[in-house]
């Protein structure tokens, strides 16, 4: 499997051949702890997230025949406002293709972007997150460095709200449009709706898969920059039980021999 693994201060790493290896580890790591959780607690409450850093990890867990969906209550991260449901690059349509059509869950909640009122919406959602008290979130981290939507210019560490209206950099939106979500950049939206970096700490496992060349420069910065909003997601290394999953691409900029020596 090519696989090393490190720390780097909480965060655990590993590394994988390649993009469908490492979401393969994801996945399983994903199904251990929801089969886990739901024989604890008798349900579990799950945040998925969406992208292409998603889509190996979502194809092999809903092909896991033993993971108790009809016990699994599913949330998401984030949703553009103001794009309609049936595009291809709505966040509720990639769910419904890649996950909720091929997985009978008791339930999932969709944050719903097409609202006149998104603040109620975030109200409700938060509400609703509460309730459920997840306990395992998949996660991506932007080429920007965000979580979620939580751009460097909108993350807060200490942010009151649980789900807020952001304002999406034009970093965040070239990267939507260079994947092929949209054709242009002036086509990706604006605005969105996410759940915000505070929220997401809560959790109390976070997976992350980050595969891919365009992903190197940001697993580097996440690993090695100072923890700051400024990098959204360098705050990962102070969860306490959070793994993230990249492959030799992803890696590309990182040490790893000397990585793998040091942890032994």
């Not at 909108?154 to 965040?172: G, S, T």
Request: hydrophobic share 40%; aromatic share 6%.
């Amino acid at each position: 499997m090519d696989k090393g693994n490190f720390r780097v201060d909480q965060l655990r790493v590993e590394v994988y051949a390649d993009a469908q290896a490492a979401g393969r580890a994801a996945a399983h790591a994903a199904a251990q702890a929801m089969r886990e959780l739901a024989a604890r607690s008798g349900s579990a409450a799950v945040v998925f997230a969406t992208g292409a850093s998603q889509l190996d990890i979502l194809a092999a867990i809903v092909e896991d025949p033993d993971i108790p969906w009809n016990r699994i209550d599913g949330f998401h991260l984030d949703e553009y406002l103001g794009l309609p449901v049936e595009h291809p690059a709505s966040f509720r349509h990639y769910l419904r293709e890649n996950l909720t059509k091929r997985a009978q869950m008791r339930s999932f909640l969709e944050i719903d972007g097409g609202s006149d009122d998104p603040e109620a919406v975030c109200r409700r959602y938060a509400e609703a997150l509460r309730e459920a008290d997840p306990r395992l979130c998949l996660l991506g981290i932007g080429e920007n460095g965000h979580l979620a939507f939580n751009d460097p210019g909108e993350a807060d560490f200490q942010d009151p709200e649980d789900v807020k209206v952001v304002q999406l950099d034009d970093a965040c939106r070239q990267q939507q449009a260079a994947e092929g979500w949209f054709e242009r950049q002036e086509d990706v939206p604006k605005r969105a709706i996410t759940l915000t970096i505070p929220t997401i700490l809560r959790v109390p496992r976070l997976i992350l898969s980050v595969p891919g060349i365009r992903k190197a420069q940001i697993v580097r910065r996440t690993l090695y920059e100072a923890i700051s909003p400024e990098c959204p997601a360098t705050i990962l290394r102070t969860h306490p039980n959070a793994t993230l999953y990249i492959d030799h691409d992803s890696a590309s900029e990182l040490n790893l021999t000397a990585e793998v020596q040091a942890k032994a």
